[in-house]
């Protein structure tokens, strides 16, 4: 299972007082230098986080992979196309809300999916759809000629009982199943941090997973460098 570090928070810390510390470019260098397999970036309309000038720099300076997490917006859309990041993971986006709340709503938004879907691959970008664990959103996505998908795993991060992370693992692991064996790539994502990432180390259909505000609150007490390679180990090995 691959890891790849969202550095959203990095710009949040350096937006808070209008400066330029710290650089979420210098992070990324950092992670992976740390064995970071990439850095996820969202681009998101009002620019709360990352920049424009953060997503062009990045394309320039990385050599893991980019991946750009977007709404279906024209002018990021047309961002994506110029930047070219290896991959663009089209989430929900809602002004108000502090973090992504849910998956896409493939169903209800096919068509317009589908078109961003096409614009993103003529540009030769592949499209990762982050989604509930649901296999009607799995069986949309298809239809879009996603490439992947992102599973959205806040609510199994959000529950408060063991019983509840369980039977809300065991949908994440029939849905990362069934996409696999319709030839999906799997990845998931959201709410994941050092103490329940360990229960995924068990879902083999799982490629990769995008993890960011847990890190990036671990830096601040042990430097990014250690925060990305005790994460590695968790994933990689079970143990920090």
């Not at 649901?134 to 959000?158: K, P, R, Y």
């Amino acid at each position: 299972m691959r890891f790849c570090l969202n550095i959203d928070h990095f710009a949040t810390v350096r937006n808070s007082r209008g400066g330029d510390q710290p650089d979420p470019i210098l992070a990324a260098l950092i992670a992976e230098q740390a064995g970071a397999d990439g850095i996820v970036v969202h681009l998101r309309e009002d620019r709360r986080h990352i920049r424009d000038r953060d997503v062009y720099l990045l394309r320039q300076v990385i050599t893991t992979k980019l991946d750009l997490e977007m709404a279906t917006h024209e002018d990021i859309i047309k961002i994506a196309c110029e930047v070219k990041p290896e991959m663009a993971t089209l989430v929900p986006e809602k002004r108000q809300e502090l973090t992504t709340e849910g998956g896409l709503d493939v169903v209800s938004n096919l068509n317009k999916i589908k078109e961003a879907n096409k614009r993103l691959h003529d540009a030769g970008i592949k499209v990762s759809l982050f989604i509930e664990p649901s296999i009607e959103q799995i069986d949309a996505s298809l239809e879009t000629d996603a490439d992947m998908i992102e599973i959205h795993t806040g609510v199994f991060a959000e529950h408060k009982t063991e019983e509840g992370k369980v039977e809300e693992l065991d949908k994440i692991e029939a849905a990362a199943k069934y996409a696999h064996d319709n030839h999906l790539t799997v990845n998931a994502g959201h709410g994941l941090d050092y103490h329940n990432i360990k229960l995924f180390r068990t879902i083999h259909t799982i490629d990769e997973v995008s993890i960011g505000h847990s890190v990036v609150a671990r830096a601040m007490f042990v430097g990014i460098d250690q925060a990305v390679r005790e994460m590695i180990n968790l994933i990689k090995h079970g143990t920090q």
